[in-house]
């Protein structure tokens, strides 16, 4: 199936956007999936394009913050969702719960807790696990980070969102500041005390994938304080495509960004894949692609729309 877009998808946006249907500022992950009928394959593509992707930073403790690891084992076939999750973060989450239980040192305990005050949500814990009997707060994290030396002052906060609305500087900050505090907070001591914990037990982790892209200009360089296996490809602005008119292109839809570049689908010409790259852009959506020079050779790339 091809997964690619297509313009009538994009005409139906545009007249939405037009129609002033979105009062507000809209984002695509739902609209990805209009005319996306997901096949079990893609699903597995997805699961594994995650199992490959690298822990943003290796040692046991950086940006004060401990990774939770976890030795790969022989992929298995993914079968948990009955109906997968629209989000690519929330669909993730399910990859990493489904990952942890084939582990048999991990038992799962509690998984999205939702912590209330009253009818207020709080906040919530994606998952409370035990490693080795020892009880583990995980907090679970997959990003796509570009690198814009233009923003900040330092590497950290030079990681930025594909649309520049969020960053790793953000993300270190409300997981520190927010998400793993929640542990401790008033109302979610009836819930651990169910599961007869005391927060003061409890190790406190995070498991922290990304998928970075970088200017071409830097391809060479690195980058010390993430993991540079985590660096996917490049990313470039419109003008600059025409570097690339030989090649072939293809646009997968958001979820399918986890997945590994698979090479039997329908390429499009760079004519066409202009055309389409266009509509992305008018929109303020800069997408993720992937790319096939004439000897053969793939890479992820994206496409922004800010200069």
């Not at 593509?45 to 995650?50: D, M, R, T």
């Not at 990313?235 to 399918?256: E, H």
Request: glycine letters at 2%.
């Amino acid at each position: 199936m091809d997964q690619s877009l297509n313009l009538n998808w994009f005409t139906e946006l545009t007249r939405i956007r037009k129609s002033n249907l979105f009062k507000y500022t809209f984002s695509l992950d739902f609209l990805y999936f209009w005319e996306m009928k997901e096949t079990s394959k893609e699903l597995q593509l997805q699961y594994e394009g995650y199992l490959k992707t690298p822990l943003l930073w290796k040692d046991d403790i950086s940006f004060g913050l401990s990774q939770f690891e976890i030795i790969p084992k022989n992929t298995l076939q993914f079968s948990c969702f009955k109906k997968p999750e629209i989000r690519l973060g929330k669909r993730v989450e399910q990859f990493a719960f489904f990952h942890f239980q084939q582990d048999k040192t991990i038992k799962l305990l509690a998984k999205n807790i939702q912590i209330q005050d009253g009818k207020t949500t709080v906040g919530e814990i994606d998952c409370i696990l035990t490693k080795n009997e020892k009880p583990i707060h995980v907090e679970i994290i997959y990003k796509f980070y570009l690198y814009d030396k233009t923003v900040g002052n330092s590497e950290i906060e030079h990681w930025i969102g594909p649309n520049r609305r969020d960053s790793l500087f953000k993300k270190l900050a409300k997981l520190k500041e927010k998400q793993l505090p929640l542990l401790f907070n008033t109302h979610t001591k009836p819930y651990l005390n169910s599961l007869n914990l005391s927060p003061e037990n409890v190790l406190q982790k995070v498991y922290f994938k990304a998928q970075l892209f970088i200017p071409l200009v830097d391809f060479k360089n690195n980058f010390p304080i993430v993991n540079n296996k985590c660096i996917k490809g490049f990313y470039i602005r419109f003008q600059n495509l025409s570097k690339f008119k030989n090649c072939k292109f293809y646009i997968p839809t958001k979820v399918n960004w986890l997945q590994e570049i698979q090479t039997n689908i329908n390429w499009l010409a760079f004519s066409k894949f202009e055309e389409k790259i266009k509509l992305f852009l008018t929109v303020k959506s800069s997408p993720l692609c992937w790319l096939k020079k004439p000897n053969g050779e793939t890479q992820k790339f994206f496409i922004v729309w800010w200069e």
